[in-house]
Nanobody, 123 residues
Framework: QVHLVQSGGGLVQTGGSLKLSCAASGRALNSYTMGWFRQAPGEEREFVASIVWADGNSHYADLVKGRFFVSRDNARNTMYLEMTSLKPEDTAVYYC????????????????WGQGTQVTVSS
């Protein structure tokens, strides 16, 4: 069992930056990959980024590559998503989640989810 609690998010202007956090309690994450997803109104949830907890290997969706950066703090059992050069199309509810797969972009492979946090980018 693991409990994921998200923080961060909010309203920012185009070109601005935000940092999201996802703190995990319960089971250690060494055997897992943590991911970030987002869902805009009327859209399906989509993969944003992931990080392999054991080795720090990260993956990004093409839409955010070079603008978003995922990281982890082992001591705090916390994952971060630093979002830069934000665009209005980045507006969505962002979720963190856990998977036992080394790399997975489909949300069906993730078993525990954070509560979601709203990110709004104004034009």
């Amino acid at each position: 069992q693991v409990h994921l609690v998200q923080s961060g998010g909010g309203l920012v202007q185009t070109g601005g930056s935000l940092k999201l956090s996802c703190a995990a309690s319960g089971r250690a994450l060494n055997s897992y990959t943590m991911g970030w997803f987002r869902q805009a109104p009327g859209e399906e949830r989509e993969f944003v980024a992931s990080i392999v907890w054991a080795d720090g290997n990260s993956h990004y969706a093409d839409l955010v590559k070079g603008r978003f950066f995922v990281s982890r703090d082992n001591a705090r059992n916390t994952m971060y998503l630093e979002m830069t050069s934000l665009k209005p199309e980045d507006t969505a509810v962002y979720y963190c989640a856990r998977t036992s797969h080394y790399f997975a972009v489909h949300d069906k492979w993730y078993d525990y989810w954070g509560q979601g946090t709203q990110v709004t980018v104004s034009s």
